[in-house]
C-alpha cells in the first residue's frame, strides 16, 4: 500500500481542512473549493469502483468535480473506462493532477555498497567532495528548522512548498517520519545548509521535502543528505526508496521547472515509476 490512503495520512489530510469519507474501504478526500465546489480526490488506491455506484455516492455528497489518482497497478485501461463512466454523468474529472505522475524508486533491500555504486559517477564524486566540504548531517526532531530551510531554499513564496508539513510531522514522528539536517562545520561554529523530510510506510521510505541554501548546494550538501537518507531508510528496514515525483516525459509541457531537480534525482539510479493517468479534454 502507497501513503496516502493510510489512516495516518488520512489523519494529515483532515488536519489541513479536508473531509475523510470511506467508500467499500477506498478513502475519498472531500473538500470544498469557493466558486468551484465540492471537489474529491481519491489517490493511489489499488482498486477501480464500479462507476456507477462511485458516481451515485458523488452526487449523494454533492460533489462536482472528482481528481482519481490510483496506484500503479491499475492499468491504464482500467482507469480510461472508469473514467468514462465518470464523465457520463456529469461530474468533472480534476484537469490537473494532484500528485506527480511519475517518481522514482530506488531498491534499498540490497547492501549499501550496491546502492552506492549505482549512483552516476558524478554523483559518487559528489557525496566524497561533500564530506572534504566538512558537511555533517544529523537526524533530528526540529521540525521547525527544515521548515525555515525549505522555505529559504524556495524563493518568494516559498511558505507554499511547506504548508501543513508543522501537521503532518506530529503525526507521523517519530516512527513514521525522520528528519535529517545538513550543516557546514567550521572551526567556530556548524551553519545549518539543507535538510530532508522522510515518511516511512509499508516498507518505504518517502522523499517527502528537500531544500538547501545556495552555500549548501555550493558543497554538495544535498548530495550527502541524500545518500544519508538512503542509509537510515535502510536502518528502518525499508525496502524502497521513493523519490515522491520527477518530470513526466508523457507530458512534455507540464512541469518544466521539474527538469533540474529530475536530473538530480536521476543520478542515484532506480527505476522510474509511472501512473496512470485521466486524459484531458
Same mark, same amino acid.
Given at each position: 500500500?502507497?501513503?496516502?490512503?493510510?489512516?495516518? +495520512?488520512?489523519?494529515?489530510?483532515?488536519?489541513?481542512?479536508?473531509?475523510?469519507?470511506?467508500?467499500?474501504?477506498?478513502?475519498?478526500?472531500?473538500?470544498?473549493?469557493?466558486?468551484?465546489?465540492?471537489?474529491?480526490?481519491?489517490?493511489?488506491?489499488?482498486?477501480?469502483?464500479?462507476?456507477?455506484?462511485?458516481?451515485?455516492?458523488?452526487?449523494?455528497?454533492?460533489?462536482?468535480?472528482?481528481?482519481?489518482?490510483?496506484?500503479?497497478?491499475?492499468?491504464?485501461?482500467?482507469?480510461?473506462?472508469?473514467?468514462?463512466?465518470?464523465?457520463?454523468?456529469?461530474?468533472?474529472?480534476?484537469?490537473?493532477?494532484?500528485?506527480?505522475?511519475?517518481?522514482?524508486?530506488?531498491?534499498?533491500?540490497?547492501?549499501?555498497?550496491?546502492?552506492?555504486?549505482?549512483?552516476?559517477?558524478?554523483?559518487?564524486?559528489?557525496?566524497?567532495?561533500?564530506?572534504?566540504?566538512?558537511?555533517?548531517?544529523?537526524?533530528?526532531?526540529?521540525?521547525?528548522?527544515?521548515?525555515?530551510?525549505?522555505?529559504?531554499?524556495?524563493?518568494?513564496?516559498?511558505?507554499?512548498?511547506?504548508?501543513?508539513?508543522?501537521?503532518?510531522?506530529?503525526?507521523?514522528?517519530?516512527?513514521?517520519?525522520?528528519?535529517?539536517?545538513?550543516?557546514?562545520?567550521?572551526?567556530?561554529?556548524?551553519?545549518?545548509?539543507?535538510?530532508?523530510?522522510?515518511?516511512? +510506510?509499508?516498507?518505504?521510505?518517502?522523499?517527502?521535502?528537500?531544500?538547501?541554501?545556495?552555500?549548501?548546494?555550493?558543497?554538495?550538501?544535498?548530495?550527502?543528505?541524500?545518500?544519508?537518507?538512503?542509509?537510515?531508510?535502510?536502518?528502518?528496514?525499508?525496502?524502497?526508496?521513493?523519490?515522491?515525483?520527477?518530470?513526466?516525459?508523457?507530458?512534455?509541457?507540464?512541469?518544466?521547472?521539474?527538469?533540474?531537480?529530475?536530473?538530480?534525482?536521476?543520478?542515484?539510479?532506480?527505476?522510474?515509476?509511472? +501512473?496512470?493517468?485521466?486524459?484531458?479534454?
Amino acid at each position: 500500500m502507497e501513503i496516502q490512503p493510510s489512516s495516518l +495520512y488520512q489523519k494529515y489530510i483532515s488536519s489541513i481542512g479536508w473531509t475523510v469519507s470511506d467508500y467499500s474501504d477506498i478513502p475519498v478526500f472531500i473538500k470544498t473549493i469557493p466558486f468551484t465546489g465540492k471537489i474529491a480526490k481519491v489517490q493511489r488506491s489499488s482498486s477501480i469502483p464500479d462507476a456507477g455506484k462511485f458516481t451515485a455516492f458523488l452526487k449523494e455528497n454533492c460533489i462536482s468535480t472528482v481528481a482519481f489518482e490510483p496506484d500503479s497497478r491499475i492499468s491504464q485501461h482500467e482507469l480510461d473506462v472508469f473514467i468514462a463512466g465518470i464523465r457520463k454523468s456529469g461530474i468533472r474529472i480534476n484537469r490537473y493532477p494532484f500528485l506527480p505522475t511519475k517518481t522514482i524508486r530506488i531498491n534499498i533491500a540490497r547492501s549499501e555498497n550496491e546502492i552506492f555504486s549505482g549512483f552516476s559517477e558524478a554523483k559518487r564524486r559528489a557525496v566524497r567532495r561533500a564530506l572534504k566540504n566538512n558537511v555533517l548531517v544529523k537526524e533530528s526532531g526540529e521540525i521547525r528548522k527544515l521548515i525555515r530551510i525549505k522555505n529559504e531554499s524556495a524563493g518568494f513564496l516559498g511558505f507554499i512548498t511547506t504548508y501543513g508539513i508543522n501537521k503532518l510531522w506530529p503525526i507521523f514522528a517519530p516512527g513514521n517520519a525522520k528528519i535529517l539536517l545538513a550543516y557546514e562545520r567550521t572551526e567556530t561554529e556548524k551553519n545549518l545548509v539543507g535538510g530532508i523530510l522522510l515518511l516511512l +510506510y509499508d516498507n518505504i521510505a518517502y522523499y517527502w521535502i528537500a531544500g538547501a541554501t545556495n552555500k549548501g548546494k555550493k558543497i554538495f550538501a544535498p548530495t550527502l543528505l541524500a545518500w544519508e537518507a538512503l542509509k537510515l531508510s535502510k536502518k528502518c528496514h525499508c525496502s524502497w526508496f521513493d523519490f515522491v515525483g520527477v518530470w513526466d516525459e508523457r507530458f512534455p509541457h507540464d512541469n518544466r521547472t521539474w527538469l533540474g531537480f529530475t536530473k538530480f534525482k536521476e543520478g542515484f539510479g532506480g527505476e522510474p515509476l509511472y +501512473y496512470p493517468v485521466a486524459k484531458r479534454r
